[in-house]
């Protein structure tokens, strides 16, 4: 069964504390994601892995890093959180690179930082 | 950097109505567009991709797409309250998709 698995799925944090958001895919996909969505907007890019080892920024790096050390496992830090921060983060994963494949989403992790 | 524009904002049918939801794109090297569909409270899922001109049917939904224009349109007949969600259109950017804002759509019965 495809699926992409996010932890945790609710977490309160307060502002400078450090936040990991971690992301598996049981699709051996090369290609993962992390977007954040916030109310009423679409999904932003934040960072994009293309394989172990291979992460590229996406629109919105600030404040961001990303660890790929498994191609099934992507994580999502946050180095002291801020406010502007909350927000609900998506991980994804796709079989290729590229834009012409099925991005496949995780059920997101909705972040509050306080 | 491309902007992907939907219209409108958002949308009320009455059940068993025609939905009609558009989109474009600013990037004129774009010539796919995907749709995505997210229920309130769960994630994004693919509901249909375009990547030729014209029209690409799968049951009650249709997608048309100009390349000329860089325009996609969604269209759901016969909507059902199930159909209400947020319908996100995406096209390609340099090897990765771009978001628009999306359509709410609403389904009355």
């Known amino acids: 069964d495809m699926k992409v698995t996010q932890m945790p799925r609710y977490l309160i944090k307060r502002m400078g504390e450090n936040v990991l958001l971690e992301c598996g895919q049981d699709?051996?996909?090369?290609?993962m994601y992390w977007y954040r969505q916030d109310p009423g907007l679409g999904l932003q890019l934040i960072y994009i892995?293309?394989?172990?080892?291979?992460?590229s920024e996406g629109d919105i790096p600030k404040g961001y890093r990303v660890s790929r050390k498994k191609r099934e496992h992507f994580s999502l830090i946050l180095d002291s959180a801020k406010t502007n921060q909350t927000s609900v983060y998506f991980c994804a994963s796709s079989p290729g690179q590229g834009a012409g494949n099925t991005l496949y989403f995780g059920e997101g992790s909705r972040l509050i930082v306080v | 950097q491309q902007k992907v524009q939907q219209s409108p904002e958002s949308l009320i049918v009455p059940e068993g109505g025609m939905a009609s939801l558009n989109c474009t794109s600013s990037?004129?090297?774009?010539?796919y567009f995907w749709w995505y569909r997210q229920h309130s409270g769960k994630s994004p899922k693919m509901l249909m991709s375009i990547f030729s001109n014209g029209e690409k049917e799968e049951g009650r939904f249709t997608v048309h797409l100009n390349k000329a224009s860089l325009h996609t349109s969604l269209h759901i007949r016969d909507s059902q309250p199930s159909d209400s969600a947020l319908y996100l259109c995406?096209?390609?950017?340099?090897?990765?998709?771009?978001f628009g804002d999306g359509t709410v759509l609403t389904v009355k019965p």
């Open positions: 892995s293309y394989d172990v080892d291979s992460n």
């Open positions: 990037d004129r090297n774009v010539d």
């Open positions: 699709m051996s996909h090369e290609t």
């Open positions: 995406a096209a390609p950017d340099t090897g990765k998709l771009t």
